[in-house]
């Protein structure tokens, strides 16, 4: 059967990834914090982040000699409620926990926090960081800028990242509102999925030098690295489904993770020049705003509930059983494989065996 999943649980997967960090430099302590980010995404459901990133978007780069194993975290400015970090290529996840934990810090001092972010590099899904905002009871919001992959509107050459705009937000339900989406319409590691599973991708993600469109998803990460090819914004191509909007959005997220901290942007985030694999050099920014700064939390937590289970209980369209709030789907997901595990595709299974053999990790029995 083609693209058969086999299931690995939770704790051996961690593990198995936390010795492959260890075993490319990365000390043991920012190995957990990698490791953890990463199987959170496959927990929630987002599996374009998890452990199909772990080879390509970190070992590899790291043995490219493009990413720093060992973080060099060094804060650059300071007030009371922000600080400007310089992450010198190390790991996103350690920096960017790191500066969400400062920025939390700062908020309970002083009703909010922000850090801007430099020289770092890919930090996972930015809901993690928004998450742990919302531990502390907080709000959380967190974006980064990426490799130039999205057209203006009414344009075609791929200028922006994908550029998450993130939200953490606490509530009285058993699952806090998360929404961790990219300002684009789809996203590289969607693609990635896409072409590992082997199907097309919809039509409107994607635009082509005269405006068309490609739905060949191994054809597009191709010729994205080209620039043949660009994503389009929320909204898709031109203005009629308001991709202006999603254009905007994406362009805010460009603009609060480089020009804060003087950092890169645009095509000098193109992680290649003179036709080398350079550092990619991306910028972050994390806010936590205290909701005590400004009423009880647990006010706070009815009235945000409330609005949710309003809008999940409304009229529902025909043929639509369900309403869902952002958030609900990835705590429904980790409902269902708590106790099933990972589901790893043949593609995902190739590489863990590759890592395993490359990097001499032994010890583990995986079913494939």
Same mark, same amino acid.
């Given at each position: 059967?083609?693209n058969?999943?086999?299931y690995?649980?939770?704790d051996v997967?961690?593990?198995?990834m936390?010795?492959?960090?260890?075993?490319?430099?990365?000390p043991?302590s920012d190995?957990?914090i990698? $490791?953890?980010v990463?199987?959170t995404?496959?927990k929630?459901?987002?599996?374009?982040?998890?452990?199909s990133?772990l080879?390509?978007?970190y070992?590899d780069?790291?043995?490219d000699?493009?990413?720093?194993?060992?973080?060099?975290?060094?804060i650059l400015?300071?007030?009371?409620?922000?600080a400007?970090?310089d992450?010198h290529n190390?790991?996103?996840?350690?920096?960017a926990?790191?500066s969400?934990?400062?920025a939390?810090?700062?908020a309970?001092?002083?009703?909010m926090?922000m850090i801007?972010v430099?020289?770092?590099?890919h930090?996972g899904?930015a809901g993690y960081?928004?998450?742990?905002?919302?531990?502390s009871?907080m709000v959380?919001?967190?974006g980064?800028? $990426?490799?130039?992959?999205?057209?203006?509107t009414?344009g075609?050459e791929?200028?922006l990242g994908?550029?998450?705009?993130?939200?953490?937000?606490?509530?009285d339900?058993?699952f806090?509102?998360i929404?961790?989406?990219?300002t684009?319409?789809?996203?590289?590691?969607k693609v990635?999925?896409?072409?590992?599973?082997?199907?097309p991708?919809?039509?409107?993600w994607v635009?082509?030098?005269?405006g068309?469109t490609?739905?060949d998803?191994k054809?597009?990460?191709e010729?994205l690295?080209?620039g $043949?090819?660009a994503?389009?914004?929320l909204g898709?191509?031109?203005?009629?489904g308001?991709?202006y909007?999603?254009y905007g959005?994406?362009?805010?997220v460009e603009i609060?993770?480089a $020009?804060l901290?003087?950092?890169?942007?645009?095509?000098?985030?193109?992680?290649v020049q003179?036709?080398?694999k350079?550092?990619?050099?991306?910028?972050?920014?994390?806010i936590?705003?205290?909701i005590s700064?400004?009423?009880e939390?647990d006010k706070?937590?009815?009235?945000?509930?409330?609005i949710l289970?309003s809008l999940?209980?409304s009229?529902?369209?025909p043929?639509?059983?369900?309403?869902?709030?952002?958030g609900?789907?990835?705590?429904?997901?980790?409902q269902e494989?708590k106790?099933k595990g990972?589901?790893?595709?043949?593609?995902?299974?190739k590489?863990m065996?590759?890592?395993?053999?490359?990097?001499?990790?032994?010890?583990?029995k995986f079913?494939?």
């Open positions: 059967m083609k058969e999943s086999k690995v649980p939770f997967m961690e593990k198995f936390v010795e492959v960090f260890m075993k490319v430099g990365v043991e190995a957990r990698c $490791a953890d990463l199987i995404a496959d929630y459901g987002i599996d374009s982040h998890g452990i990133r080879k390509t978007i070992i780069r790291i043995r000699g493009i990413q720093e194993a060992v973080t060099k975290f060094e400015r300071e007030g009371p409620t922000t400007v970090i992450g190390g790991m996103g996840h350690v920096i926990k790191k969400m934990t400062i939390i810090e700062k309970k001092k002083y009703g926090g801007a430099r020289n770092s590099t930090y899904i960081y928004a998450g742990m905002a919302v531990e009871g959380g919001i967190t980064t800028n $990426a490799r130039p992959s999205v057209a203006p009414f075609v791929n200028m994908t550029n998450p705009l993130t939200f953490g937000i606490p509530t339900e058993k806090p509102f929404l961790d989406c990219a684009s319409l789809s996203q590289r590691g990635e999925l896409y072409a590992r599973e082997g199907k991708l919809p039509a409107s635009i082509d030098q005269n068309g490609e739905t998803a054809k597009v990460l010729y690295t080209k $043949a090819v994503l389009t914004p898709g191509i031109g203005e009629e308001a991709g909007k999603g959005y994406c362009t805010v609060l993770s $020009a901290q003087q950092g890169a942007f645009l095509k000098m985030l193109l992680g003179d036709g080398k350079v550092s990619i050099n991306l910028g972050h920014f994390f936590a705003i205290d700064a400004f009423t939390i706070f937590k009815k009235t945000a509930g409330d289970r999940r209980s009229k529902k369209m043929g639509r059983d369900r309403i869902y709030t952002a609900e789907k990835e705590y429904l997901t980790w494989r106790n990972i589901p790893v595709n043949e593609e995902l299974q590489e065996l590759i890592l395993q053999k490359e990097l001499n990790i032994t010890g583990y079913p494939f």
